[in-house]
């Protein structure tokens, strides 16, 4: 038996679009431009970008001034549940920031990482509030934190300017000691 090799060819690359431009078009049409859909629905998002791994989901967003960051979260995770599918979602936001937020910052850093370190996550809107009270340059800054089951999120807006920061919040892994 001969077999030719045009037909075997042409029949293995028509096999083989067939195959990925099926999951290609799955993954775009079914997955993707929901989620996608979902996510520029919400008040807020200026612009997304995403981009979905076997383990991951990552949102790249442009957001506006005075975007609540922990309801976006939430929003995304109970309506995209089943475009997200038991992966993580990772989000990355473009910052607008200015020299003044992120001096603003520079100085509440510290503190606002020792507050993460020692779980006491309300000394961060004292810290973010009192650094407003103190310095008179940032009287126009606005400060909101917000915290959810894994991240603490702290907006800072000076009018058109925006800076969004997500905190993880890491448990403590509980171990055994050896006098117990």
């Given at each position: 038996m001969k077999l030719r090799l045009v037909p075997v060819l042409l029949?293995?690359?028509?096999?083989?679009?067939?195959?990925?431009?099926?999951?290609?078009?799955?993954?775009?049409?079914?997955?993707?431009?929901?989620?996608?859909?979902?996510?520029?629905?919400?008040?807020?998002?200026?612009?997304?970008?995403?981009?979905?791994?076997?383990?991951?989901?990552?949102?790249?967003?442009?957001?506006?001034p005075g975007t609540k960051l922990r309801e976006l979260v939430q929003y995304v995770n109970t309506e995209g549940s089943s475009a997200i599918d038991g992966r993580?979602?990772?989000?990355?936001?473009?910052?607008?920031?200015?020299?003044?937020?992120?001096?603003?910052w520079d100085k509440a850093m510290f503190s606002v990482?020792?507050?993460?370190?020692?779980?006491?996550?309300?000394?961060?809107?004292?810290?973010?509030d009192g650094l407003i009270a103190e310095y008179s340059q940032y009287k126009d800054v606005t400060a909101t934190t917000e915290i959810d089951d894994s991240n603490v999120y702290v907006s800072l807006t000076n009018g058109k300017e925006s800076k969004f920061i997500i905190l993880p919040r890491v448990p403590g892994a509980i171990g055994v000691w050896n006098n117990a």
């Open positions: 029949t293995s690359l028509l096999s083989a679009a067939l195959l990925f431009g099926g999951w290609y078009s799955y993954r775009q049409f079914a997955v993707q431009e929901p989620l996608q859909k979902i996510v520029s629905s919400y008040e807020g998002v200026n612009d997304s970008h995403i981009t979905i791994n076997r383990n991951e989901v990552t949102l790249k967003l442009d957001l506006a993580t979602l990772k989000i990355d936001v473009n910052q607008h920031s200015s020299a003044l937020l992120d001096e603003y990482a020792e507050a993460m370190e020692s779980r006491k996550y309300t000394l961060i809107p004292a810290k973010l």
